[in-house]
């Protein structure tokens, strides 16, 4: 009954809702003159209103608020509406739009408004794309419009004579405008000849189209465009190949397909998946691994192996596990860290526990925080496993212990256990561990907590200190400066203290007069890397001004340089289809330091794809970082590892023994992604637009 009388009462809240859409063009219409000289912000919803009727009074009002427009986003919403339906005269005025257009949105959305006006569109845009040799971003909606007509001939037949007629770079246009063409055996003709094009990018892009519609010839064309590549060429023509040779993968392929994948931009991206559960179908690629996978010099291929066996069938998981756990025992920590993640997917059965202790057991600085993760993804309710992470938090390496301690933060032992484990760590002489001790006392939420931090304010300086401060703020609510003035606070209310209830997200902290501020965030550490942005997108316009998001991007970070102390260390890294770093590590900001960053900033500009994976990877080889600031204005779109979520996990397993604080900067837009990597490390997000 409870549940039909939810019900109930959502059909009712949503009824009115509902009935707000009209149902004729006259509602429509009256809706409209409503808010006709109200702002364009909203006069949004009566033009999609409008949009759903084709009749002469609909049409008539969306042309006239189409000449009218001021905004770039209502531009587009009316020309959406425009598109809806098939409209008397609505094609000379987005054919003007589409002309008079500097704006690609403006030039996509009219391109798009005018394929779908059929036969009289479908003209217009031939005649546009005749005269739009030499303005790039005009032809390239052109060329996409015309490649999404769905019937008749002419369309593919201007692209396909364009592709004949023209040379270079100016063929990539259109025939990526042939992208969703598929199963038509002249445009497939004109693919595979271009295939063997000296322009790479022509190329590429020809056997990438094969590649997606699963053209038979694509393998063999994928082989021949691979043992043409240089050894620098992009990830996206790597990632070509392993999708041309997973239409169907060859014993005789195996070798390239593992030497592309190991360079390739998102070698397991959703496009590729399906082609590698092919692959594995037959049991071959699994055994060819066997046999190949540990005479590899390449530690990439090796990591390629591991993260391509977690997609192995079930009928082939024992095989696979077999495999995985000999690259336990590589020395090289990315090949485990891999080996490890794939065998806790397939594989968590007390064999894979057994091999993962013994890589434990050796004590390896660098393998053994990656063997306590995998064993705490499997045993993470084990009362035994927790015994043994107590015990861990005692281990001579200093790399186990934070390890160890970060994983009892996930468990629900005893508390007075827990809190002994983080007491005997909080005076421990690396600093990392004493960051996961400190997270630690603030998980147990123990009434005893707070005294154990006090003696630690006075002690601790830069980001350390930040640490106490916050961690005695969220088990207390309180602030104070002095180890004194928490003693006195403690001996009147100790005795009666209850920790208050964890926050989900901790609220921003406020900047006091001496602290130095990146984009809002406060920098309260003193040994930073700033990772910044630079792909192409970053040449988009940034907030109201004429400047861009680059522009503001250098602007801040030079601010920021200016007003750190002397004794601050920092690095700037740098990012697009890779990552450069401006010092090999941490470097203290004296006047030389000042100048060769001063110099850097003002030479770069904006270009290329956005990888994150390498920027952040870069990062955390500096072994003396504790604090990243990473500033980006888009989704991951190259390196190794592409899905936001996949990425986010990969440096979650990072930092298991580092415990770096990673701040983010979205500009933009919000960001989920960069939200979790904050939350992940304990750290701020912040967005800019």
Known sequence: ???????????????????????????????????????????????????????????????????????????????????????????????????????????????????????????????????????????????????????????????????????GNDRVTALRGLAARQDDAQVDAVRIQLCEAKNRAIAGTALRQLATHKHEQAPKLAIQFYRRLPNHADTDHHETVVLGLLVKLEPANYGELLQAAARARDPFGKASLDGWQRGFASGELTQWLSEHAFGKKDTEEQIVAARALAHAPVKQREAASRILKKLLLQRAPPVVRAAANSLTTIDPSDATQAALAAVLKKGNEHTGPIAIHALHVLRQTDELWHKQLLQLCKHKRPSLRTAALRALCETKTDQDSLLEAAKNNLRYRDWQVRAAAIALVVTTRSPKSPPLLFAMIDKESARMKEDVR????????????????????????????????????????????????????????????????????????????????????????????????????????????????????????????????????????????????????????????????????????????????ALADEVARWNVSRSIVIHTIAIGAKSLFLARLAKDSGGEHSVAR
């Not at 001021?70 to 809806?84: H, P």
């Not at 987005?94 to 408004?113: H, K, V, Y």
């Not at 109201?544 to 991007?553: N, V």
């Not at 090999?584 to 000042?594: D, R, S, W």
């Open 1 to 167: 009954m409870k549940v039909l009388h939810i019900a109930l009462l959502l059909c009712s809240l949503l009824a009115p809702l509902t009935g707000q859409r009209p149902k004729t063009v006259e509602a429509a219409v009256t809706g409209f003159e409503k808010v006709r000289e109200q702002s364009e912000r909203n006069r949004h919803g009566a033009m999609r209103d409008l949009g759903r009727f084709a009749e002469a009074a609909a049409t008539s009002i969306l042309i006239a608020e189409l000449t009218r427009a001021k905004t770039l986003s209502y531009q587009v919403t009316v020309m959406r509406a425009i598109g809806y339906k098939q409209r008397t005269g609505a094609v000379p005025v987005l054919a003007t739009m589409l002309s008079g257009a500097n704006n690609p949105r403006i030039m996509d959305a009219a391109a798009e408004a005018m394929r779908s006006q059929g036969a009289p569109g479908i003209a217009a845009l031939v005649a546009a794309f005749s005269k739009s040799k030499g303005l790039k971003k005009q032809r390239q909606a052109i060329c996409y419009a015309l490649g999404r007509v769905a019937t008749g001939d002419r369309a593919r037949d201007v692209l396909l004579a364009d592709i004949q007629h023209t040379a």
């Open 470 to 645: 916050a961690a005695l703020r969220n088990l207390t609510g309180m602030q104070f400066g002095t180890a004194a003035e928490w003693q006195k606070w403690w001996s009147r209310e100790g005795a009666s203290f209850k920790p208050r209830e964890a926050l989900a997200v901790m609220p921003a902290r406020n900047a006091d007069k001496q602290t130095v501020s990146y984009w809002n965030v406060p920098v309260r550490s003193d040994r930073v890397s700033f990772v910044v942005d630079v792909s192409g997108s970053m040449a988009k316009p940034f907030g109201t001004g004429s400047g861009t998001r680059l522009t503001e991007a250098k602007r801040q970070l030079t601010d920021v340089l200016g007003r750190l102390p002397k004794k601050a260390k920092i690095n700037i890294i740098t990012f697009s289809d890779s990552a450069q770093s401006l010092f090999p590590k941490l470097q203290a900001l004296g006047k030389k330091q000042h100048k060769a960053a001063a110099a850097h900033i003002k030479e770069i500009f904006a270009k290329g794809t956005t990888n994150v994976h390498d920027a952040l990877e870069a990062a955390f080889a500096d072994r003396d970082v504790d604090t990243i600031f990473l500033l980006t204005d888009g989704r991951p779109s190259d390196g190794p590892v592409v899905d936001p979520t």
